[in-house]
């Protein structure tokens, strides 16, 4: 175990910073530096706007990212009522910096599409979820390629893949097949959205009742990589590993933040390295 948090350390783009504050300070600034980043993350505000009309599932999905259901605290109020009537933020359960807002949709009498952007504050968030239960509409593509002319990050979501399924199975109960109605549901989807200038956009098919299910697991991996290194390490931290790739990031991630917990226990000073300790070793400092 040592063997490998040494070669964590000897390859960590930190210890730059590390050689340059061991020089400048000593043993004292190499402590407070690690102090400083080790827990650095929990303090970068993250905001994930959740954009989409009434009963397309927001309020279900924020609960399924955030590893909640409607029966628990803090959750977002799941039903059959109009939820979103002004813009609400829901923090994560293990980082409450990290905020997943949901907003209403674009182009009701409320909120047209005239004032819609800066109705919602649109530079105060970091991405985008437009989300549908259906088909998107002509207002979705249209608030896609105006995020698109601001180098805003998005997605499109269509969740309730369940229903399709289940309403497909009642119709044609002796042809049925769930392979092919997620199929042709992603082809007429990327079809539209092509036709309508979103060619190049991302979708995800997902039901938030079934995360290990369609697309869910893919969508938190490309929100993961598409944040920069000190968000990407927000998200990775906090949001839930429903697949085996997200496993491996989690790993890479804590593996990456072992050896700063280690410095600051004493733990370090019994790796095998040169010199006497890893923390105030200049021999070390200096590779």
């Given amino acids: 175990m040592l063997t490998a948090i040494t070669a964590e350390v000897n390859h960590?783009?930190?210890?730059?910073?590390?050689?340059?504050?061991f020089e400048s300070g000593g043993v004292e600034k190499c402590r407070r530096l690690l102090e400083t980043t080790r827990d650095e993350w929990k303090t970068v505000p993250l905001n994930v706007a959740v954009i989409g009309?009434?009963?397309?599932?927001?309020?279900?999905?924020?609960?399924?990212?955030?590893?909640?259901?409607?029966?628990?605290e803090g959750a977002a109020e799941v039903g059959v009522k109009e939820c979103t009537?002004?813009?609400?933020?829901?923090?994560?359960?293990?980082?409450?910096l990290l905020k997943f807002w949901?907003?209403?949709g674009v182009g009701t009498d409320r909120f047209p599409r005239q004032t819609y952007l800066d109705d919602i504050g649109v530079d105060r968030f970091n991405f985008f979820l437009l989300i549908t239960a259906t088909r998107f509409t002509e207002n979705d593509t249209w608030l896609?390629?105006?995020?698109?002319?601001?180098?805003?990050?998005?997605?499109?979501?269509?969740?309730?893949?369940?229903?399709?399924?289940?309403?497909?199975?009642?119709?044609?109960?002796?042809?049925?097949?769930?392979?092919?109605?997620?199929?042709?549901?992603?082809?007429?989807?990327?079809?539209?959205?092509?036709?309508?200038?979103?060619?190049?956009?991302?979708?995800?098919?997902?039901?938030?009742?079934?995360?290990?299910?369609?697309?869910?697991a893919q969508l938190e991996k490309?929100?993961?990589?598409?944040?920069?290194?000190?968000?990407?390490?927000?998200?990775?931290?906090?949001?839930?590993?429903?697949?085996?790739?997200?496993?491996?990031?989690?790993?890479?991630?804590?593996?990456?933040?072992?050896?700063?917990?280690?410095?600051?226990?004493?733990?370090?000073a019994a790796i095998p390295l040169p010199g006497t300790s890893l923390v105030c070793d200049s021999a070390i400092l200096r590779q």
């Fill in 144 to 216: 896609g390629n105006e995020f698109r002319k601001r180098n805003k990050k998005y997605f499109f979501v269509r969740t309730k893949i369940r229903v399709d399924i289940s309403g497909s199975k009642k119709s044609h109960p002796r042809t049925y097949s769930e392979e092919k109605v997620v199929r042709e549901i992603r082809e007429s989807t990327e079809e539209y959205l092509r036709i309508n200038g979103c060619e190049d956009a991302s979708m995800f098919l997902i039901d938030s009742y079934k995360l290990k299910k369609f697309d869910f």
């Fill in 222 to 268: 490309r929100l993961v990589e598409e944040f920069q290194k000190l968000k990407r390490s927000v998200l990775i931290l906090s949001l839930q590993a429903m697949s085996e790739e997200m496993i491996h990031h989690k790993v890479a991630e804590l593996r990456s933040r072992i050896w700063k917990c280690a410095a600051l226990s004493g733990a370090m």
């Fill in 12 to 21: 960590l783009p930190e210890l730059e910073e590390m050689k340059n504050a």
């Fill in 85 to 96: 009537v002004e813009t609400v933020s829901y923090p994560h359960s293990k980082n409450p």
């Fill in 53 to 72: 009309n009434s009963g397309v599932g927001k309020s279900s999905f924020i609960n399924a990212i955030r590893g909640l259901t409607a029966d628990d």
């Fill in 102 to 104: 949901d907003l209403p």
